[in-house]
């Protein structure tokens, strides 16, 4: 079992950044493949990064512009946000799951944070 907390959302103009945080608690944090999933009102979740030791996987629609990343001295896995868009606005979400791979498909993680609002306005 892990708890995920998110931090760091907010409201921003586009061509900002913003950095989100995702802290865990419980079991060892090595042993997790983490991802960000991102929901806006109407939409389905989708897909955005994810991290399993030193691998990484994008979604194309934010390839260039975010950059996942993991700190397991804090066991905190994070998400640089830059050149936001209007079309990034989201509740973005933090999820793991206990597998060795890359995992891209929200049903395919075990657990989940409360989420965290972005906002980006035009």
């Known amino acids: 079992q892990v708890q995920l907390a998110e931090s760091g959302g907010g409201l921003v103009q586009a061509g900002d950044s913003l950095r989100l945080s995702c802290v865990a608690s419980?079991?060892?944090?090595?042993?997790?493949?983490m991802g960000w999933f991102r929901q806006a009102p109407g939409k389905e979740r989708e897909f955005v990064a994810t991290?399993?030791?030193?691998?990484?996987a994008y979604a194309d629609s934010v390839k260039g512009r975010f950059t996942i990343s993991r700190d397991s001295v804090k066991n905190a896995v994070y998400l640089q946000m830059n050149s936001l868009k209007p079309e990034d606005t989201a509740v973005y979400y933090c999820?793991?799951?206990?597998?060795?791979?890359?995992?891209?498909?929200?049903?395919?993680?075990?657990?989940w944070g409360q989420g965290t609002q972005v906002t980006v306005s035009s």
């Open positions: 999820a793991a799951v206990i597998s060795a791979r890359l995992f891209t498909m929200a049903g395919e993680y075990d657990f």
């Open positions: 419980g079991r060892s944090f090595s042993d997790y493949a």
């Open positions: 991290s399993r030791t030193w691998r990484r």
